[in-house]
């Protein structure tokens, strides 16, 4: 029972932060296609700041718990073993390309705040179509195990 609560909750954060991941390149896409309306941009600033700090946290909580399955079969007998095979590198290596692009977004966030500029809203758009391509590729490693 403990193991499917800790894996209830690991999915449970992992959408959390998927959430995240997708909508803050569209506040972005939103800030650079209201250039010259400071009131709307200063907005979606605002929305963005808040998106992105609740992304960590939500991060920081599906990592806990996906740290917890990953290695708590060491630590209590319980928790089956997850960890079979060389899938689990390719997953980590989705999930490290994913915060990567999240980090990313935020840096842009962040260089909007200071006054800088965007990219074309246009390449925001084109860019925020890649989480759901890398997302879609961890879950059928996540469900198929393929090696």
Do not use: C
Request: net charge positive; no cysteine.
């Amino acid at each position: 029972m403990t193991y499917f609560v800790i894996k209830s909750l690991h999915i449970l954060f992992v959408v959390a932060w998927m959430a995240a991941v997708f909508y803050l390149p569209r506040i972005l896409v939103n800030v650079a296609e209201t250039a010259g309306e400071p009131a709307v941009q200063a907005r979606l600033l605002l929305m963005g700041r808040r998106l992105y700090k609740f992304g960590h946290m939500m991060f920081g909580f599906a990592f806990l718990f996906g740290l917890t399955l990953w290695l708590g079969h060491l630590v209590t007998p319980i928790l089956p073993q997850v960890v079979v095979g060389h899938w689990i590198d390719a997953k980590l290596t989705g999930v490290v390309i994913l915060l990567a692009y999240f980090i990313w977004t935020g840096k842009l966030l962040k260089r909007s705040e200071a006054g800088g500029t965007l990219p074309p809203s246009r390449t925001l758009r084109m860019f925020n179509e890649l989480p759901v391509l890398v997302l879609f590729a961890i879950i059928l490693l996540v469900l198929a195990k393929p090696f």
